[in-house]
């Protein structure tokens, strides 16, 4: 079974640990815009996912950002070069993060994502065949949860910075529903989000196309 996230029209930009694309990050106390480590602007906030975590079974917010202040100069791509950021952030006392006024900071666009299951073993297999079934198009399946990533290139998994482990795929994410408001992964792109639950706790982001 593949868990496939629909695009979802009807999200808000509220303080809550709900899965959504675009509007304004859901964050505690002491949050810091995040910064790109090559050209020091704040990077642009994409979406956020609510994940389980399997060694503590504490629910968590990981908050997803790249670098869109210079498109192509900073390796947005790259889980390591400190363009893009997850953040694995708890879902006590949340509230609106306050966005910097400078830089490439926001999506133009705010939308949620439910869960619906098709079956199936290969994402890109059961994608387009379950959103025909729908009677919808195939741009509103906007990724996956869990299960197994399917590459555009080659398999690219990260190891955790801390224990040095492969780390467990979270989420595929789609460019998103409408061209003219769709996330900048290449032209046509997909992105995959990774954890690690080990006791320093890390997560990664990167995109292929």
């Not at 695009?7 to 815009?33: E, K, N």
């Not at 025909?132 to 990724?143: D, F, I, M, S």
């Amino acid at each position: 079974m593949v868990d496939l996230i629909v695009h979802d029209p009807r999200a808000s930009d509220t303080a809550s640990a709900t899965l959504r694309i675009g509007g304004r990050p859901s964050v505690p106390a002491g949050f810091a815009w995040p910064h790109c480590a090559k050209c020091k602007g704040a990077m642009r906030f994409l979406g956020q996912l609510p994940r389980r975590n399997a060694r503590t079974g504490e629910t968590r917010l990981l908050l997803l950002f790249q670098c869109e202040n210079r498109p192509g100069m900073c390796d947005s791509w790259d889980p390591d070069m400190a363009a893009n950021a997850v953040l694995d952030v708890g879902i006590e006392g949340l509230g609106l993060a306050e966005v910097p006024a400078k830089g490439e900071t926001l999506l133009e666009c705010l939308y949620g994502g439910r869960v619906a299951v098709a079956e199936g073993h290969d994402y890109d297999g059961v994608r387009g065949g379950w959103a025909q079934a729908q009677g919808l198009g195939p741009r509103e399946v906007v990724g996956q949860l869990g299960g197994i990533p399917s590459w555009v290139q080659a398999d690219h998994t990260p190891n955790c910075a801390h224990c040095r482990q492969p780390m467990s795929f979270v989420a595929q994410l789609e460019q998103g529903p409408d061209a003219a408001t769709e996330m900048n992964f290449g032209g046509g792109g997909c992105a995959y989000v990774f954890a690690c639950d080990c006791a320093q706790g890390s997560a990664k982001f990167m995109w292929q196309c």
